[in-house]
């Protein structure tokens, strides 16, 4: 009946056995409680106290080993407490928050009933684009359907009508944006009165500057919900807020973040700006046609003049980027979801928690500014329940050796300096060139020219040389 633990200094979450409560310095405001194991893992969801309906939902789709971050975090947050945890992308944190919400949220409705009222949340759950959005929705109905749950979504790009009728009938689960979430809170279209649990999803990208005032006002809405925030990354900047916090979170740091993937190949390859183009349409030539991937750039105006350019020499691309509308994005996403398309050629846009199943590679046409955004990157490969081994490709010149020293560590098995700031991108020692609309319009002819004379070579026009706009 007793719980044995390992040494603080080699520390993750203990689990609670038998009934046996967290040992006291656990609850101390704000501590970081990192990679700490009990000598008695927790290899089932059945010993991390989930309803029966769960596991048997679970088993069915073959899931059967809990993910480090869903061992560690389900019994914290089962037993209500606001925490903060970090682990890799694509290793299962959509499903270490759900689970213990859904539960929760089922629990209470046992005891209080379920609610009637409209547009009032017992559970909310905030993400950082509106693909996110829609992705987080899928995955939690995926599970919610056991304790018959309701889960809507809410997002910026959506019309009225639409919107309306998300919230026009009672949500146990709702899903959405900060910035969209606050402006119906602001407006009184949204009651959060009756909240019991808040998630805070890719929160290294909520809490940077620019979207932390809309986050900060739905935290500290009155009432004592549990807080909850889960990240890839875990930059100080954001440890010195998150100690700040007045719910005091308990930090969770599993054994894999801030690291590469395990089952990896990388590859960097040197080759001059102008000839990008060509030395994407080799490696695609020699990549297994039956092999679908995500080729990432750094703005939205390259995305759009990549995709051109390597449509035209017969490669098949979906590009989505912010210059999209958002039903043209979401329509791209559908597309290459149902199979159009070879690979996705996009921006961080589609590096923050898009989940395709059947990606092998990660091709970085651009590397980008910060270590942190190419681990978002090649977390599109490797993923949870993935078999295989992903490819990863960086293409690379001399303004990238900064980064390239980073990328060089992290596939050696170092983890990343978490040092880094929340916003702005890393000084880089020559500023990458600029496109602007002339430049795409000029990719475009000069890619409709190589379809007709494929001897010709189609460099990327240099455009104007300058500092990097942000996508």
Same mark, same amino acid.
């Given at each position: ?86 682990a890799r992308t694509g290793s299962g944190k959509t499903l270490a928050y759900a689970l213990p919400m859904l539960q929760r949220l089922h629990l209470l409705e046992q005891a209080e009933g379920m609610t009637e009222q409209r547009a009032r949340p017992r559970g909310l759950v905030l993400t950082s684009t509106r693909e996110l959005v829609g992705q987080t929705v899928r995955a939690i109905k995926g599970v919610a359907h056991k304790v018959r749950a309701r889960v809507r979504g809410v997002s910026g790009g959506m019309r009225a009508k639409e919107q309306g009728g998300q919230l026009s009938e009672p949500v146990d689960v709702l899903v959405g944006n900060p910035t969209r979430i606050a402006s119906l ?30 986050? /900060? ?8 919900? #549990? ?39 990388? #590859? ?6 102008? /000839? ?42 979906? *590009? ?7 039903? $043209?994005?979401? *329509? ?19 590096? =923050? ?26 977390? =599109? ?19 990238? %050796? ?11 098995? %170092? ?5 880094? %700031? ?6 880089? $020692? ?13 990719? %475009? +002819?000069?890619? +409709? ?5 494929? $001897? ?16």
């Amino acid at each position: 009946g007793k719980c044995r633990y390992n040494t603080p200094r080699t520390s993750l979450i203990p689990y609670p056995l038998d009934g046996v409560t967290l040992p006291r310095q656990f609850h101390h405001p704000a501590r970081t409680v990192a990679r700490f194991l009990p000598k008695r893992s927790l290899v089932s969801f059945s010993e991390l106290g989930l309803l029966p309906e769960f596991i048997e939902m679970l088993s069915g789709r073959e899931i059967h080993d809990p993910t480090p971050v869903q061992r560690s975090t389900i019994p914290a947050l089962l037993g209500g407490a606001s925490a903060f945890a970090v682990a890799r992308t694509g290793s299962g944190k959509t499903l270490a928050y759900a689970l213990p919400m859904l539960q929760r949220l089922h629990l209470l409705e046992q005891a209080e009933g379920m609610t009637e009222q409209r547009a009032r949340p017992r559970g909310l759950v905030l993400t950082s684009t509106r693909e996110l959005v829609g992705q987080t929705v899928r995955a939690i109905k995926g599970v919610a359907h056991k304790v018959r749950a309701r889960v809507r979504g809410v997002s910026g790009g959506m019309r009225a009508k639409e919107q309306g009728g998300q919230l026009s009938e009672p949500v146990d689960v709702l899903v959405g944006n900060p910035t969209r979430i606050a402006s119906l809170v602001r407006s009184g279209g949204l009651d959060l009165s009756d909240l019991r649990v808040m998630v805070v999803d890719e929160a290294d990208t909520l809490l940077s500057p620019g979207q932390r005032p809309d986050l /900060e006002f739905l935290l500290n809405q009155p009432g004592a919900f #549990q807080r909850c925030y889960f990240s890839a990354t875990l930059p100080e900047p954001m440890r010195q807020l998150i100690v700040a916090r007045p719910e005091k979170p308990i930090i969770l740091i599993s054994k894999d973040a801030h690291a590469a993937p395990e089952k990896l190949r990388v #590859q960097n390859l040197a080759v001059r700006h102008e /000839e990008r183009i060509d030395a994407t349409h080799d490696l695609l030539n020699e990549l297994p046609k039956a092999e679908r991937g995500i080729l990432f750039v750094n703005r939205r105006e390259r995305a759009a003049q990549v995709a051109l350019a390597l449509t035209a020499l017969g490669h098949s691309a979906v *590009a989505i980027h912010g210059a999209m509308l958002p039903d $043209e994005r979401k *329509a791209a996403i559908k597309k290459f979801r149902a199979g159009e398309g070879r690979f996705l050629v996009t921006t961080e846009l589609g590096g =923050r928690g898009l989940d395709i199943s059947d990606l092998r590679w990660v091709l970085n046409f651009e590397l980008p500014e910060r270590p942190s955004e190419y681990l978002h990157r090649i977390g =599109r490969v490797g993923r949870s329940g993935s078999t295989g081994t992903g490819r990863v490709i960086n293409l690379h010149g001399p303004q990238d %050796a900064a980064i390239l020293q980073d990328i060089k560590r992290l596939a050696a098995g %170092a983890r990343l300096d978490t040092g880094e %700031a929340l916003r702005g991108p890393r000084l880089r $020692e020559k500023a990458q060139p600029r496109a602007d609309r002339k430049v795409v319009k000029a990719a %475009a +002819a000069q890619a +409709a020219q190589a379809a007709r004379t494929p $001897e010709r070579e189609v460099p990327l026009p240099a455009g104007r040389r300058g500092r990097p706009r942000r996508k």
